[in-house]
T-cell receptor
Framework: SAVISQKPSRDICQRGTSLTIQCQVD?????MFWYRQQPGQSLTLIAT?????????ESGFVIDKFPISRPNLTFSTLTVSNMSPEDSSIYLC?????????FGEGSWLTVV | QQQVKQSPQSLIVQKGGISIINCAYE??????FPWYQQFPGKGPALLIA?????SEKKEGRFTISFNKSAKQFSLHIMDSQPGDSATYFC????????????FGTGTRLTVIP
């Protein structure tokens, strides 16, 4: 299996600020994804993080709000920019490894 | 539009009973159907998965039943235990696609002693 580490695990952020979430996986993977899970809700795909090229965003998510980096096959970052209370969510890093999708523990963000 | 529909939203089962969660889909391009278990404060963990070439897969107390013609699949938890209390998500992935998952809305299972 693939082991995913996310940082921070939890944070309280001020409105209008930005926060970068880091995702580190213990194996080289081609596909990395970022999901959002709002309180009590299901998971929604934000974007696919592509190594060596721009991320591919899903409908409703834009690069200016959620810039993503993917410098190598084991690491990615997601930035949540200009945060508002509506951005309070769990942000989950996910990877496809040997035909299975694995998730990190999530980064719980509360915007005040 | 929800690509994978999941029911029920919540489920209460007595210890030792059978928990059943159902999912349905429309997209015939889906070729991989995993179930995830999520405890409060944790990320989703893969529980069991099935491909459409089989009708059933069993791992311990967990069984997936798959009905390709009806485009439905379900999770059965036999001999449910209080430790099984969690939120369960079904999901589906398209073959040859970007490898990302479409999730159901989740079922909160409570197993009472």
């Amino acid at each position: 299996s693939a082991v995913i580490s996310q940082k921070p695990s939890r944070d309280i952020c001020q409105r209008g600020t930005s926060l970068t979430i880091q995702c580190q996986v213990d194996s080289q993977v081609t596909m990395m994804f970022w999901y959002r899970q709002q309180p009590g809700q299901s998971l929604t795909l934000i974007a696919t993080a592509n190594q060596g090229s721009e991320a591919t965003y899903e409908s409703g998510f834009v690069i200016d709000k959620f810039p993503i980096s993917r410098p190598n096959l084991t690491f990615s970052t997601l930035t949540v920019s200009n945060m508002s209370p509506e951005d309070s969510s769990i942000y989950l890093c996910s990877v496809a490894y040997r035909d299975t999708i694995y998730f990190g523990e999530g980064s719980w963000l509360t915007v005040v | 539009q929800q690509q994978v529909k999941q029911s029920p939203q919540s489920l209460i089962v007595q210890k030792g009973g059978i928990s059943i969660i159902n999912c349905a889909y429309e997209n015939t391009a889906f070729d991989y159907f995993p179930w995830y278990q999520q405890f409060p404060g944790k990320g989703p963990a893969l529980l069991i998965a099935i491909r459409p070439d089989v009708s059933e897969k069993k791992e311990g107390r967990f069984t997936i039943s798959f009905n390709k013609s009806a485009k439905q699949f379900s999770l059965h938890i036999m001999d449910s235990q209080p430790g099984d209390s969690a939120t369960y998500f079904c999901a589906a992935r398209t073959k040859g696609g970007a490898n990302n998952l479409f999730f159901g809305t989740g079922t909160r299972l409570t197993v009472i002693p």
